[in-house]
């Protein structure tokens, strides 16, 4: 395994659809390195590296940075033209380019290029060798067979149907090449001429029969894109042709530029109207376009090349947009952001994740309201301050939990709302006041119900029970009553943990009447790591740990310390945010770099960053939810990412080696 294909497997960025199949690309432009954003032609080599050919030179990718290739009139041995229009790689390793002025050999040892001298000024469209050394080319729409061996030269000029677009050479060394006027061709070796074979014969009539591409799948039949007709078939057994997929939506023809296998049943295709994934057992596809308010999607619509890396990621070339990646995914995330007027969420900074009785989960965020995702449909539906008594107080939400058909809402310096859930009506809104048993702070930021049915309201200014009878509060004397309560949990014994915002985590038992508190010591690292913290969470085992702005603490119960983690333990940061629990005793962590799962038990560590398909790496406050059916919600300050962790699969290369580097991809 050589370094180029581990750094590959972390390259990896991720159209979304809701918890489905996602397809989210990363996107590499001249912004990034590449020469020229109109990508002809592509390949991956057998050492790893990555090679694009583009309108204004040839690209090498080593995961990292492009070095481009480029004529330099003063260096003979310079690549002749910058217009790369074809690209091969033999058995023996050796790149093949195909220019507008000829075809070259790439030499490994100096990076220099030869000139195949029998392809001086042609333009090459397409390369492919044959067993017996023979390379085949296209110039321009002449077949030719070279052997660099003895230097022979053969034309293939006065065939019938001379016009060649493509060609293909199969396993068992047959030559096959497409033409201008809709036949595919099989050469004959001994006799030296071709079988032909029309694929529009039975087809509608069209106003050209242009081959732009012929594909062997390996599988006994061939993939054969048109011009103006789509995607078509070839069995090599009946040596029979099917329309396979012919126009668009709109019934405009499908113009189809590239094919690639992806596994054994699906395949995917480049056309002018994105990409096409087919699947050729059920005949079903779907057709990946560029969205202009979703960073994510294809860049551009026009795609003129693919390739597969060895992972399985597939590289798609286009006209406008550079290059496209879609890695083999170890990781899926669906990822949820404002996309203007599209079915998406309202706001960018993620801050409360809940669900109600029906499953439908409810999002707050601190910059675009109240969010309600419906778990059936997809559909979100958007709540933000109107001035009417029935609508929330604010967009910046800071807390929310769901009591029965009501959903209480904390927000930021504007009070509590709640919200009737069947009639998404504000009913009730609690304002901070001079009376005994109202609030002291309009800033709510945490809110819980207790399994006695209690309800505590956590305040930047204290604590506080929630009185049905009197529909008033009650600022709670187990606690100190001038802090700031970030974060509130009630673990397995009854026992509330209070988190304060920078001064130690509190803790009460109600049914035993103890309380206390646990506070950073200098001098004693067995005590909390931090006084800012952010959360506390109880793992299945019945163990706490506490996540802190400097650190995630272990609690021992019973010495009544804690044991330490921070970025010397292998974790990406110091900043901790919230914990949830996979049912493999995995605690999944969001921090300030990224999304990390630890394994308790084995120590191990497994990190997520963007490069691995998330929004940001920078998640936020307050910000995680699991469902019943174990799909897990992180909210960042890009938006909100949902996955089930038992769908991730082990990359097998990155476990080869270099582990330390890249942890737990």
């Known amino acids: 395994m050589n370094k180029f294909l581990l750094i590959l497997s972390i390259l990896i960025g991720v159209v979304v659809s809701t918890f489905a199949q996602s397809y989210t690309f990363r996107h590499y432009q001249v912004e990034n390195g590449l020469s020229y954003n109109s990508v002809i032609c592509s390949l991956q080599d057998r050492k790893g590296f990555l090679w694009f050919g583009t309108k204004d030179g040839l690209n090498r990718f080593d995961g990292y940075t492009f070095k481009i290739f480029r004529n330099d009139p003063d260096n003979p041995k310079s690549i002749g033209n910058n217009f790369i229009h074809s690209l091969y790689e033999d058995k023996n390793e050796n790149i093949w380019v195909g220019t507008l002025i000829g075809l070259y050999k790439y030499n490994p040892l100096n990076e220099s290029f030869d000139l195949v001298e029998s392809t001086k000024n042609r333009d090459i469209r397409d390369i492919k060798l044959d067993r017996k050394g023979n390379i085949w080319y296209i110039a321009g729409l002449t077949l030719c067979r070279y052997n660099e061996k003895s230097k022979k030269l053969n034309t293939f000029e006065q065939r019938v149907h001379s016009g060649a677009t493509s060609l293909t050479i199969t396993a068992n060394d047959e030559v096959w090449v497409s033409t201008t006027d809709g036949f595919i061709q099989k050469y004959n070796d001994k006799k030296n001429t071709f079988e032909n074979y029309n694929v529009f014969i039975n087809s509608k009539p069209t106003i050209s029969s242009w081959i732009e591409k012929l594909h062997d799948t390996g599988k006994g039949f061939f993939f054969i894109g ?40 699906e395949y995917w295709i480049a056309t002018e109207s994105g990409l096409f994934i087919y699947n050729i057992k059920t005949g079903k596809y779907s057709n990946l376009r560029n969205k202009f308010n979703d960073p994510y999607s294809i860049s551009d619509n026009a795609v003129y090349t693919l390739a597969r890396d060895k992972e399985g990621g597939i590289w798609a070339g286009t006209y406008f947009g550079g290059v496209n990646y879609y890695p083999n995914q170890y990781t899926s995330f669906d990822k949820f952001f404002p996309q203007g007027g599209g079915n998406s969420i309202s706001g960018y900074a993620v801050r409360e994740i809940c669900n109600d009785k029906e499953g439908n989960i409810w999002i707050g965020t601190e910059d675009g309201g109240l969010n309600k995702l419906n778990h059936k449909t997809g559909v979100f539906e958007h709540f933000k301050p109107t001035g009417d008594k029935t609508s929330i107080s604010h967009t910046n939400i800071h ?104 001064d130690g985590l509190y803790f009460y038992n109600p049914t035993n009447r103890t309380s206390g508190y646990y506070k950073y010591e200098e001098n004693n690292r067995k005590s909390l790591s931090s006084n800012a913290i952010n959360s506390t969470f109880e793992d299945a ?119 330390h580097r890249f942890s737990g991809l």
């Open 399 to 502: 807390g929310l939990l769901v009591v029965d058909d009501e959903l209480w809402i904390g927000t930021f310096e504007r009070g509590l709302d709640v919200m009737d859930i069947k009639t998404s009506k504000v009913i009730r809104h609690y304002r901070a006041g001079q009376a005994p048993n109202e609030l002291k702070s309009n800033f709510i930021e945490s809110l819980l119900k207790t399994r006695s049915g209690e309800i505590l309201v956590g305040t930047s200014f204290g604590l506080y029970r929630y009185n049905r009878a009197g529909n008033d509060f009650t600022l709670l004397n187990e606690v100190p009553g001038n802090l700031h309560y970030s974060n509130l949990i009630e673990d397995s014994h009854g026992t509330i943990w209070a988190s304060s915002l920078r």
């Open 541 to 659: 085992n019945g163990g706490l740990w506490v996540a802190t702005e400097n650190g995630l603490n272990q609690f021992n119960e019973k010495e009544r310390n804690f044991r330490r983690y921070n970025s010397k333990s292998g974790f990406l940061s110091n900043v901790f945010y919230k914990i949830l629990e996979d049912r493999n005793g995995n605690l999944w962590i969001s921090t300030s770099r990224g999304l990390v799962c630890f394994n308790p038990a084995t120590n191990r560590i497994k990190s997520y960053t963007k490069a691995n398909g998330l929004l940001s790496d920078q998640f936020n406050y307050s910000s995680a939810f699991k469902d019943a059916n174990g799909r897990m919600y992180f909210g960042s300050v890009k938006g909100l990412i949902s996955y089930f962790p038992d769908q991730f699969r082990q990359n097998k290369f990155v476990s080869l080696g270099l582990h």
């Open 226 to 265: 048109t011009s103006n007709q789509g995607i078509k078939t070839f069995d090599l057994n009946t040596l029979t042709y099917k329309d396979i997929l012919v126009a668009n939506p709109d019934q405009t023809p499908i113009y189809a530029r590239d094919f690639i296998t992806k596994d054994n049943t």
